[in-house]
C-alpha cells in the first residue's frame, strides 16, 4: 500500500530553533509538494519541485524557510529560525506528472509543529 | 486572485439525510476542481476531480457538480453515514497559474449523528 510518509508527525521546539521536516513520496513519483494548514489561513501551497526542480516556492517565506529534494525519495523543508506564528500543520503530497497531464496529489500524514 | 469559499463551516445532520456542501470560487478561469475528505489529524483524500469541460462526477453515494460560469460547485452525499464525519475541502487549479497550485477552500465540518 503507497503511501507518502512524513517525519517527524509531532514537533515542539523554542521560539529560534531550526526545524526540518522530511517527507518520503510515493516511489516513482515525480512531483512534490508542501502546504502548510492553519485554522486562519487554511491550506496553502508553499512550494513545489518536480523531477527535483524546484517549480515553485512563491507561498514560503524566504528568509527563513527553505525546501529540498536531496533525492528522488526524500523532500526537506526546513525553517530557521523557527518563530511562534509558523505554528501549524505541514503536509507534503505527491504525484505522477505525465506529459500533458495533471497529477493527482496523494497527501502524507502532515507535520504538527508548535513553536514556544 | 482566486479566493474559494466554502459554506457553511460546520453542518450536523442526522445519518440517513441526504446533504450538499457548496463550494464558490471568485475567478472562473479554472483548469479543474477537486473535492478532498480530511479526517482528524490525518492527510487528504481526493475524493472527485471535475475537468472544466465536465459538468458533474460520480463516485459511489457522492455526486459532484461544477457550474464555471457562477462559479460553484456542489458536493451531494447520499443517504449519509456516521463514517462520512469528517472535513471536506474543495480546491481549484487556475489555467496560466503555476501548474498544481491548488487553491482550498477552508473547508465544511460535517458530522452525521447516529
Known amino acids: 500500500d503507497a503511501r507518502v510518509t512524513q517525519t517527524p508527525r509531532h514537533k515542539v521546539t523554542e521560539m529560534g530553533q531550526e526545524v526540518t521536516m522530511r517527507c518520503q513520496p510515493i516511489?516513482?513519483?515525480?512531483?512534490v509538494f508542501w502546504y502548510r494548514q492553519t485554522m486562519m489561513q487554511g491550506l496553502e501551497l508553499l512550494a513545489y519541485?518536480?523531477?527535483?526542480?524546484?517549480?515553485?516556492d512563491s507561498g514560503m517565506p524566504k528568509d527563513r524557510f527553505s525546501a529540498e529534494m536531496p533525492d528522488a525519495t526524500l523532500a526537506t523543508l526546513k525553517i530557521q529560525p523557527s518563530e511562534p506564528r509558523d505554528s501549524a500543520v505541514y503536509f507534503c503530497?505527491?504525484?505522477?506528472?505525465?506529459?500533458?497531464?495533471?497529477?493527482?496529489?496523494?497527501f502524507g500524514p502532515g507535520t504538527r509543529l508548535l513553536v514556544l | 486572485k482566486q479566493e474559494v469559499t466554502q459554506i457553511p463551516a460546520a453542518l450536523s445532520v442526522p445519518e440517513g439525510e441526504n446533504l450538499v456542501l457548496n463550494c464558490s470560487f471568485t475567478?472562473?478561469?479554472?483548469?479543474?476542481l477537486q473535492w478532498f475528505r480530511q479526517d482528524p489529524g490525518k492527510g487528504l483524500t481526493s475524493l472527485l476531480l471535475?475537468?472544466?469541460?465536465?459538468r458533474e462526477q460520480t463516485s459511489g453515494r457522492l455526486n459532484a457538480s461544477l457550474d464555471k460560469s457562477s462559479g460553484r460547485s456542489t458536493l451531494y452525499i447520499a443517504a449519509s453515514q456516521p463514517g462520512d464525519s469528517a472535513t471536506y475541502l474543495c480546491?481549484?487549479?487556475?489555467?496560466?497559474?503555476?501548474?498544481?497550485?491548488?487553491?482550498f477552500g477552508k473547508g465544511t465540518k460535517l458530522s452525521v449523528k447516529p
Open positions: 475567478d472562473s478561469a479554472i483548469y479543474n
Open positions: 471535475i475537468q472544466s469541460s465536465q
Open positions: 480546491a481549484v487549479e487556475n489555467y496560466g497559474g503555476s501548474q498544481g497550485n491548488l487553491i
Open positions: 519541485f518536480r523531477n527535483r526542480a524546484p517549480l515553485d
Open positions: 503530497a505527491s504525484g505522477l506528472t505525465l506529459l500533458g497531464g495533471k497529477e493527482t496529489q496523494y
Open positions: 516511489l516513482g513519483h515525480n512531483t
